[in-house]
């Protein structure tokens, strides 16, 4: 998973900082079903409008 932020004019200004596997990225694992917590990381700027989550994959392996 990752985050990104955004401005009122939709520019991208930011994103997670999180060391996960990928600079930027972490990777959770949560079952079929199940809910857990999770923390994305991003540094603070007053001018963030909204700030879009994505996810890169679902895989049935749980990561290392």
Known sequence: MAAH???????????????GPICGMIAPYVK?????????HLKYREDI???ELSVGCVSEIPPP
């Open 49 to 51: 409008e909204s700030i």
């Open 5 to 19: 932020a955004f401005n009122s004019e939709g520019e991208q200004i930011g994103g997670s900082i999180d060391p």
């Open 32 to 40: 079929s079903g199940k809910t857990e917590d999770f923390e994305l």
